[in-house]
Every structure is written in C-alpha cells, then in structure tokens.
C-alpha cells in the first residue's frame, strides 16, 4: 500500500467555490452533523468559553454554528485551510499532476470532520481536536472519535508520514495496529546539543514538506532522506526508523521563527 500523509488542519478558514470544485463528501460526514447538533445544544457564552477566542471570532464562528449546511456552499479541504503550514504547501499552485498526488497521500486531521482527502467539501467550522467538547458518553474528541481515524487509515495503508501536531496525531496514531509503521518528521535547530523545535518553523517545514513530495511524487519513507528546503537536511544520527530529524543550518530561511 502506498504512503499516507498526515497533517493538522488550520484555524482560519475561508469559502472558495470558483477556484476547484469540490470532489467528494467527507467520509466521517455523519460524524461532523453529530458534532454540529452538539454544538447548536450550547449558549452563545458557551461557545465562546469552549473556543477560547475573542468577541470577534466568536460572533463569527456562532454565526457559523447557527446556520451552516454540510451540503452546500462547499470549498475543497485543501483550499478551505489558510494557516502557515498551508501557505508553505500553497496548494494553489499545484498542477494536476500534484492534486493528483495529494488527493492520493494526504490526509487532513480535523476535529470536526475527522478524516478528510484533500478534494473533500467542507464549510468553514471552529472546533479543535483538545476542545473540551462532552457528549452522552464521551467526554472530549478524543473520545467522541475513539479509534474510527485510526481504523480509516489502517484501511488505506501500511505507512503513515506524521506530520501533523501532538494535538491530531494523538487522534489516530494510539489505535494503529502494530502492522502500520508510522514516521514522524521532527523540524529544528541544535541549541546547547539538543533538537529545539518551534511552532511556527514547524508548520513552514511541515507545509513545504507536502509541496516537495508532491513535487517528486514521493510513495516510500526512504526518499524522505533527500528533503532539504527551508535549509534543512536530514539528521541520519539523530533519526531512527520511526523518527525522522531534519535539522535547519543557520540562515535557512526561517530565522524569524526561532
């Protein structure tokens, strides 16, 4: 089975039906209407407090919450996503031979949609996987997905690239079976001889890590080796078979995120 590729989704989103259309509903669609029922329980005040976010992006994501529709209006995942990561994979630019190869590897983590291809409708939504979302019988996200991600990807594949967050990939990788091999890619700088790694470099690294695979049409973890934007290069010392180091030298490019 070829590789899949895990990444975070972003918190800012944005609406875009002309630029590509969208190609398939999320798999996990039902899921996301749970959630969305769940949401629409809550006060105005408790959305807010469970968002943790400021008057602004609160009217506007309760807006959201109070009308949204699953069905229509929808943007492809790829491009719905405005965050760093996704600026540095700038997936606007990708020829078909790159959309191809996305909609085939990669995989967008979401807490309210789950599991998503790159060409999957989705509307703009505000819900982080550590939001403290409870249900019936289930008293975050992580419970309310349980082992489904996981169970999802185990279907697809026996390679899993992680380059999502602690936050997502905590999501899926505890409920892999033990036949799935998981790589997770670590981006940052030696400082007083150990591996720093910073947020915003991260998300740089992870997002251009996607447009270099797509690129070259990477399908095996070997090839990962050769990654070098950004002024990383791969760390064979301090890497092993589950764990992949790429260390930035000094003016690599991302020196303001460090």
Request: overall charge neutral.
């Amino acid at each position: 089975m070829a590789v899949r590729i895990l990444i975070s989704p972003a918190k800012r989103m944005e609406t875009d039906t002309d630029s590509l259309p969208w190609r398939d509903l999320p798999a996990f669609l039902p899921e996301a209407e749970q959630l969305l029922a769940r949401l629409r329980e809550h006060t105005d005040r408790e959305l807010q407090a469970l968002w943790r976010c400021n008057d602004a992006i609160a009217a506007q994501n309760i807006s959201r919450v109070r009308t949204m529709d699953l069905r229509r209006s929808l943007t492809p995942a790829l491009l719905s996503y405005r965050g760093i990561q996704y600026q540095y994979m700038a997936p606007g630019v990708f020829s078909d031979g790159e959309w191809d190869y996305v909609q085939a590897h990669l995989r967008i983590l979401s807490g309210f949609y789950g599991l998503l291809r790159p060409l999957d409708g989705v509307v703009p939504y505000r819900l982080e996987m550590q939001a403290r979302l409870a249900g019936p019988d289930w008293k975050d996200l992580y419970g309310f997905w349980g082992k489904k991600l996981a169970q999802a990807l185990a279907a697809e594949t026996e390679v899993v690239v992680d380059l999502a967050s602690r936050e997502y990939s905590r999501a899926v990788l505890p409920g892999l079976p033990p036949g799935v091999r998981v790589v997770t890619c670590v981006f940052g700088r030696l400082q007083a001889g150990r591996v720093a790694e910073r947020g915003t470099a991260c998300k740089m690294a992870r997002g251009e890590m996607v447009r270099w695979m797509a690129e070259h049409r990477i399908t095996d973890t070997e090839a990962l080796a050769s990654f070098d934007r950004l002024g990383y290069r791969f760390d064979p010392a301090r890497s092993g078979p589950a764990r992949y180091v790429f260390l930035q030298e000094e003016g690599g490019g991302t020196d303001g995120a460090f």
